[in-house]
């Protein structure tokens, strides 16, 4: 079974620019949340979609947003990115139906974001 | 709301034993154990269920005190492949918000 993949793995941006990233998850998962994570900080829960739809937002600005597709991919876009934004972003995926059994999630290898 | 983890960071020797608390201020679900070695992914290794039910993959016991709203994570003899830092993720409803990770703890173990 094929874990979950992340594109690309690397990316070096400046500021101002943005940036796309994508995420594939385990097939029949329906859940995909996306973390940044920088040093000191732990996993900082961005968003998570679940059937196309946002269900849960964390606490980051409005120049972060996400989709996800019919086929459960999801992808993560950042505008005008700032230094701050330097972080690995990582996405993790999940069964995650409503009410239903623990929720255990796989993570992807995550890309690494560099803003100059 | 951010659990908090304890220690920040703790090294052992090979065989020694540790414990890693998660401390949440709200009422708990779950708490979730993922461990991150260097330059990797965070790697699942067990869920805690209010109500006491476990269910993990490796040979790594933890407990899950719903009073307090803390789990605990026991390495018992430890190797030096337990090295990583080990987050806890703290669910307040099944399915329905997310994992809330706190900021890790950092396990080096050494010869």
């Known amino acids: 079974k094929a874990g979950v993949t992340q594109t690309p793995r690397y990316l070096i941006k400046t500021r101002g620019q943005q940036v796309t990233l994508s995420c594939s998850p385990i097939?029949?998962?329906?859940?995909v949340s996306w973390y940044q994570q920088t040093p000191g900080q732990g996993l900082q829960f961005l968003f998570e979609?679940?059937?196309?739809?946002?269900?849960n937002k964390g606490n980051f600005p409005g120049r972060f947003s996400g989709r996800q597709f019919s086929n459960s991919r999801s992808e993560m876009n950042v505008s005008t990115l700032e230094l701050g934004d330097s972080a690995l972003y990582l996405c993790?995926?999940?069964?995650?139906?409503?009410?239903?059994?623990?929720?255990?999630?796989?993570f992807g290898p995550g890309t690494r974001l560099t803003v100059l | 709301q951010q659990p908090v983890q304890s220690p920040q960071a703790v090294i052992l020797r090979e065989g020694e034993d540790a414990v890693i608390n998660c401390s949440s201020s709200?009422?708990?679900?779950?708490v979730h154990w993922y461990r991150q070695k260097h330059g990797e992914a965070p790697v699942f290794l067990m869920i805690?269920?209010?109500?006491?039910e476990q269910k993990g993959h490796e040979k790594i016991s933890a407990s899950f005190n719903e009073k307090k709203q803390q789990s605990s994570l026991y390495l018992t003899a430890s190797q030096l492949s337990y090295s990583g830092t080990y987050f806890c993720?703290?669910?307040?409803?099944?399915?329905?918000?997310?994992?809330?990770f706190g900021k890790g703890t950092r396990l080096s173990v050494i010869a």
């Open positions: 805690l269920l209010k109500g006491g």
């Open positions: 993790a995926s999940s069964r995650s139906f409503p009410g239903g059994d623990y929720n255990e999630q796989f």
């Open positions: 993720g703290t669910e307040q409803n099944s399915g329905n918000t997310p994992l809330v």
């Open positions: 979609y679940f059937s196309e739809t946002q269900r």
């Open positions: 097939s029949g998962h329906r859940s």
């Open positions: 709200k009422a708990l679900y779950s």
